[in-house]
């Protein structure tokens, strides 16, 4: 099946630095999301790419979709204590009414005010 | 964006026992939702997919006897962990698809099994 690599697994950074956060499929979707999660609680979306080289931003959050369909990366700019999370990437090829989404492994974001 | 609401966010129950989760999408239409379990920091899990009106699909080594999934309105799934077992203990999140292809998830629901 299809496979997603998010990198980093974690990152520790300070109050103020930009970060970037990037997903990789074996194969191809149509479809790319991005989401955050605390803990304890269900992910929240983020942000959601439907096109090839999209570049969609949402506040300090941008994320692209890449041309090969096959990337994606999640950029915050100017982080604060408040962006400590898990970011998970998710991708969706859907045709008809077969609809699945896969989910990266995730990325930690660990921000020291 | 769209609001899917889950319950309880947490129960307790003994082992043998059966528990229901409920997902609600509150303010749209939902033909198909989705049931993930998600381990301690780890990425979500598709358990089944669930079909308004039809049979959920399920995932590989997903039990369809042991976690039955009912989608019997177009805004109500609801998951059924039947005679649970400590290893049923998880977090159990619920999401639904809107039209766009965007998947909106609930507040997730905490199992403990004693």
């Known amino acids: 099946g299809q496979q997603l690599n998010q990198s980093p697994q974690s990152m520790f950074i300070q109050e103020g630095e930009d970060v970037s956060m990037n997903c990789t499929s074996s194969s191809i979707f149509n479809t790319w999301l991005w989401y955050k999660q605390d803990p304890g609680e269900g992910p929240v979306l983020l942000i959601a790419l439907y096109k090839a080289g999209e570049l969609t931003s949402n506040g300090r959050l941008t994320a692209q979709f890449g041309i090969t369909r096959k990337d994606s990366f999640l950029n915050i700019s100017a982080s604060i204590p408040s962006d400590v999370g898990i970011y998970f990437c998710a991708g969706a090829l859907s045709g008809g009414s077969n609809y699945k989404l896969t989910f990266g492994k995730g990325t930690l974001l660990t921000v020291n005010p | 964006g769209a609001v899917v609401s889950q319950h309880p966010s947490r129960v307790i129950c003994k082992s043998g026992t059966s528990v229901k989760i409920e997902c609600r999408s509150l303010?749209?239409?939902?033909?198909?939702m989705f049931w993930y379990r998600q381990f301690p920091k780890k990425s979500l899990m598709l358990m089944a997919t669930s079909n308004e009106g039809s049979k959920a699909t399920y995932e590989q080594g997903v039990e369809k006897d042991k976690f039955l999934i009912n989608h019997a309105s177009l805004t109500l799934s609801t998951l059924t962990v039947t005679s649970a077992h400590p290893e049923d203990s998880s977090f159990y999140i619920c999401?639904?698809?809107?039209?766009?292809?965007?998947?909106?998830f609930g507040e997730g629901s905490r199992l403990t099994v004693l």
């Open positions: 999401s639904a698809k809107v039209y766009t292809g965007e998947l909106f």
């Open positions: 303010d749209f239409q939902a033909t198909t």
